[in-house]
């Protein structure tokens, strides 16, 4: 119910919002530390009424950054390639569910996101903790359970819209914190893990 909540939201906003959020929010992240010593970065290509990332995707490159964005599998794990720009991604339908734009060039592997300085982490909420709610696919929960095995402990930060930052979110077990939250209004941060 909740999920539904924040996405009925979403919907409800104009291209005219998405855009100037997108340009208010790749300005914020540009400004984050984690960004600005970064040599590679995992993010996500936003689809629909998300907040935008295309203008911040092409900042990061332009600085050099090597962008690396996910591949949807079928068992919702991610495997990863190369944004070499937005001539690069390939809509690409999974099943019933909305396209999504992918890189088109070559796999490497769902391990290449231990390579990561930071990780760009969608969501529909994160909460005064830094729970961070998901659209319950799991794909990034496996993300960071991967991260986390491997001993790596890139910044994990969410894009999200103001009024996206809560109270509580529902946790479970597995759910790890992340370190901030951008929107197009500031930045918030929470306390990393020792």
Known sequence: MLRRG??????????????????????????LPELAHARTVAAYVSVGSEPGTLALLDALRARGVRVLLPVLMPDNDLDWGTYAGPE???????????????????????????????????????????????????????????????????????????????????EEEHDRPVHAVVTPSGVRRFHRRP
């Open 6 to 31: 924040f996405l009925a939201v979403r919907s409800g906003l104009t291209a005219d919002d998405v855009r100037e959020a997108a340009t208010a929010l790749a300005q914020r992240a540009l400004e």
């Open 88 to 170: 690069s991604l390939v809509s690409v339908r999974h099943g019933g569910r909305m396209a999504l734009l992918e890189p088109a060039g070559e796999r490497l592997g769902p391990e290449a996101v231990r390579e990561a300085d930071a990780v760009l982490l969608p969501g529909l909420a994160v909460d005064a903790r830094g729970m961070r709610l998901g659209r319950g696919g799991g794909s990034y929960d496996r993300v960071l359970a991967r991260l986390e095995r491997a001993g790596t402990d890139p910044a994990l930060v969410v894009l999200l819209y103001d009024r996206e930052i809560v109270e509580r979110v529902p």
